[in-house]
């Protein structure tokens, strides 16, 4: 060997795989200007729809007069439901087992409901024609509050359902009733709360908000006349199923719809699920023979594209004096707006809310779930929230800091002592979950220990005292939060969506040159999969990661896979990426052997190639075996090197995280200033430390967004308050704390590469910290609960309820 060698750690660095920092690929275009967003696919005569949408929030349809609208001067069609009947398509099935308008069958049920899609040679003109549609409309009362949903004289809001008495999810207890969900035993966490020394009861609200992502919603939809064939170009985190959607619901045969999700901006959920846009564009261009892009604008994505939260939570602990929690109780009412379009794996009406046992070793629990229409757009899985975990993780942390205060305990003292132990994992939970890893003792200990906890505590008891003493007219809250996370959908055990399992995948196929392109079933909005996919191939097969080319989102090449949502793109999609290119090892190996001219048991794997046991010298790359799979295979193998796999996950993984929030609030203003944040996150193995300090800072500016101002706000006659930016609070890099990120590393037993989620993590845990900060801080006034968004005039008006201001 000469002194140019490179050594075992330069070979290693060369790959950047796992654990390396390495730079986004993807940013060499988004920095430039140059993605390839769905408003940048401009195709040959494409003509533009846009939207008449519903004034009212619940009015019956009497006449929609389109006759001037077809005299403007670029329109070309005004399509109604009645259009949409005439090929089956006025209605549409939801993923929740719901059925859900394309356009106003009759009635409308939720301000901005799409009325009729007008068709024009350009958007403005689409606009035009929108002003000139004449909708007769009769006002039936909204209903808008969920508690008086399942009133005896609450208005029916879906007549369309009139006298079933069962929906997709059991019973229905009342016309405006969706489902009822509930798991865990009743009788034994009853008995737990007779036989409680202490106990505490609170309704705990996560208010109904968005997770607008800077792209709006939008597609661009191409039928080909001569070859029966549909394009379909859009914002979709789910390419595949779209597909198999269109198809079941469009009754085209699956080979002839090509769905491509190009680059997208931003998902954060609210691009999962299917909206009238699409079928309506679809059919446009069915109708016209003409591409139709339909572009969402802000607004009508604030408006009428799936929400998030809108859940209701009526908690209740119950421990002994020295502060065990030893039973759980809780009730949801979840507000589903006009349609239950929730999109959840299928046999999950309330997603996994049933994580709401959090981080607690309870030994019993129960949890009823009722879920119910309203006059709202529909929607409800979104938004950073792996299917309701950030709604359970809120209301199980709120309980926890309600249950301390009773108690007159620190509240990191009573997470420290209920916490599931190290040696407990893997965890049975009392609401049916199996957590694979955690040491939260740990990670409990690492933030306190970092942040000095002990010292934080200190400096606001003074602060109390001198506030009591009138010296000073500010408070100061430290907010904690100790979360689990469940991510990973999911186990084909119990996880389906419209009966297909949750697996996903990847396709790897390496060319004669060392250099390869892999293809997975998810697909990246921003999360930096083009990225992190290479570094995983890069790690298990020694190429290195700048020669592996991903692709994702075009559903012709794509091996099939569920896509990326509730963080499960590592948990699965990561898992299937490490298992195709264990395939490709596992065939260089067959190849190296017959090379080396030994036995394939007598080579090992080293770093990049395969090495003969006790010959140093005898080795051969996985480069020159790439190029030896294109020439000289063993006889009777075939050649080439590509391997594809499906992977099925034995479980969920189970990330989990510590954090702190400390704020100072300005009784006088309701003004508050976090001094500083805190988040230590436990993700298992890292990909890429600097994606996960992005994702974290992302999540947590979302967490803060929705904690302290955040809101979809209706009035009582249902007309939606916060419908823009002027209103629905977009927090700048003015508003935005500063954030601290740590970690600890407890892989997942069960995952190839021990990697859990993280994308969802800093929402899920950040609102309970922002939210704790705030009730900690006014709780030596003596209040126990205020409810979220705690913007400067809640929190004001919180300080004059309680006293504090004249
Ligand atoms: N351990 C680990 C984990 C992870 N990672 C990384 O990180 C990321 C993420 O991941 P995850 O967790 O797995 O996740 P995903 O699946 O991929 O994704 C999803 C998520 O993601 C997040 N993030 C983000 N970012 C961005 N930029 N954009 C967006 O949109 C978004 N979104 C959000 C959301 S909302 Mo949902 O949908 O509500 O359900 S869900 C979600 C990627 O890249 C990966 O690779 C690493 O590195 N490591
Ligand atoms: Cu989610």
Not at 412 to 431: D, G, T, V
Not at 566 to 595: C, D, F, L, N
Not at 602 to 611: A, N, P, T, V
Not at 686 to 696: A, D, K, L, S, Y
Request: aromatic share 10%.
């Amino acid at each position: 060997m000469n002194d140019m060698t490179p050594t075992r750690e330069q070979r290693t660095a060369a790959l950047e795989g796992m654990g390396c920092k390495r730079k986004r690929v993807e940013d060499i275009r988004f920095t430039q200007g140059k993605g390839n967003y769905v408003d940048d696919v401009k195709l040959p005569g494409m003509l533009h729809g846009d939207f008449v949408r519903s004034p009212h929030p619940h009015a019956r349809v009497k006449k929609i007069d389109d006759s001037e609208a077809l005299k403007v001067p670029g329109v070309l069609a005004v399509i109604t439901a009645e259009t949409l009947k005439t090929v089956n398509l006025a209605w549409m099935p939801t993923l929740a087992g719901d059925v859900q308008m394309v356009l106003a069958d009759g009635k409308v049920l939720f301000q901005n409901q799409e009325v009729a899609f007008v068709v024009a040679t350009d958007r403005y003109a689409a606009d035009d024609g929108i002003n000139k549609v004449v909708v007769e409309y009769e006002p039936l009362p909204p209903l808008v509050d969920p508690f008086k949903s399942m009133d005896a004289d609450a208005p029916v809001l879906r007549e369309d359902l009139a006298g079933k008495t069962t929906g997709a999810h059991g019973p229905r207890k009342h016309h405006n009733h969706i489902f009822e969900w509930t798991v865990g035993d009743k009788e034994l966490t009853d008995a737990a709360f007779k036989k409680a020394e202490v106990s505490i009861k609170e309704m705990i609200s996560y208010h109904r908000t968005h997770p607008s992502p800077l792209e709006t919603c939008q597609c661009v939809c191409s039928f080909d006349k001569i070859k029966g064939e549909l394009t379909i170009y859009g914002t979709f985190q789910a390419p595949h199923v779209i597909r198999t959607v269109v198809s079941l619901i469009a009754k085209l045969p699956e080979q002839k719809i090509h769905v491509i999700a190009p680059d997208i901006g931003g998902g954060f959920g609210n691009k999962v699920g299917a909206y009238p846009g699409y079928i309506c564009a679809a059919v446009a261009s069915i109708v016209t023979g003409k591409p139709v892009k339909w572009v969402e604008d802000r607004i009508e994505n604030l408006t009428a594209t799936s929400f998030a939260r809108d859940y209701h939570m009526t908690t209740e602990i119950a421990a002994t004096k020295d502060g065990k929690v030893t039973g759980l109780r809780v009730h949801v009412l979840a507000d589903h707006g006009a349609f239950d379009a929730c999109a959840d794996p299928s046999k999950w009406p309330a997603g996994f809310f049933n994580i709401v046992t959090g981080s607690y070793d309870f030994p019993t629990a129960h949890l009823a779930v009722d879920g119910v229409y309203t006059n709202k757009a529909p929607g409800g899985v979104a938004y950073r929230c792996s299917f309701r975990v950030t709604e359970a993780a809120y209301c199980i942390e709120r309980a926890m800091d309600i249950l301390a205060q009773k108690l007159n305990m620190d509240p990191a003292e009573l997470r420290l002592k209920n916490f599931i132990k190290p040696e407990q994992f893997p965890y049975h939970s009392a609401l049916g979950w199996e957590y694979d890893s955690g040491d939260y003792h740990t990670a409990m200990r690492k933030m306190m220990e970092t942040t000095d906890y002990a010292a934080l505590r200190k400096e606001q008891a003074e602060k109390r005292a001198a506030f009591a003493r009138g010296e000073t007219r500010e408070i100061m809250g430290l907010g904690v939060s100790f979360f689990t996370e469940i991510v990973g959908a999911g186990p084909s055990k119990n996880c389906d969506i419209l009966g297909i399992s949750m697996f996903d995948s990847c396709e790897i196929r390496m060319h004669p040159t060392g250099a390869g392109i892999a293809r997975m079933g998810t697909k990246s909005q921003g999360q930096g999969h083009e990225t992190t996919w290479a570094q995983i191939i890069a790690t298990e097969i020694g190429i290195p990661a700048d020669n592996i080319m991903v692709e994702e989102g075009n559903t012709d090449t794509a091996p099939y896979g569920l896509g990326t949502y509730g963080s499960r793109s590592t948990p699965v999609a990561g898992a299937a990426i490490a298992m195709a290119a264990r395939k490709i090892r596992a065939k260089a190996q067959m190849i190296a052997a017959y090379k080396l001219e030994v036995h394939e048991d007598d080579l090992e794997w080293d770093i990049d190639g395969f090495r003969v046991k006790g010959l140093p010298e005898k080795f051969m790359s996985m480069k020159d075996i790439c190029w030896a799979a294109y020439n000289s295979v063993p006889p009777g193998m075939e050649p080439g090197l590509e391997a594809v796999s499906y992977y099925d996950p034995p479980n969920m993984t189970y990330p989990f995280g510590a954090y702190l929030c400390v704020m100072d609030i300005d009784v006088d203003t309701g003004v508050y200033k976090v001094r500083r944040f805190y988040a230590l996150d436990d993700c298992g193995t890292r990909i890429n430390p600097m994606i996960i300090e992005g994702q974290v800072h992302g999540g947590l500016t979302e967490a803060f967004a929705i904690a302290m101002g955040q809101e979809i706000r209706y009035d009582d006659t249902g007309n939606v308050v916060t419908g823009s930016f002027m209103d629905f609070f977009m927090p700048t890099a003015v508003e935005t704390p500063h954030w601290e990120t740590d970690f600890t590393v407890t892989p997942s037993p069960h995952h190839p590469i021990g990697a859990k989620g993280v994308g969802e993590s800093p929402n899920v845990g950040g609102v309970p910290a922002f939210s704790n900060a705030v009730n900690d801080a006014f709780s030596f006034l003596g209040s126990t609960h205020i409810q979220m968004p705690h913007d400067y005039w809640r929190n004001w008006k919180a300080a004059k309820q309680l006293g504090a201001v004249a």
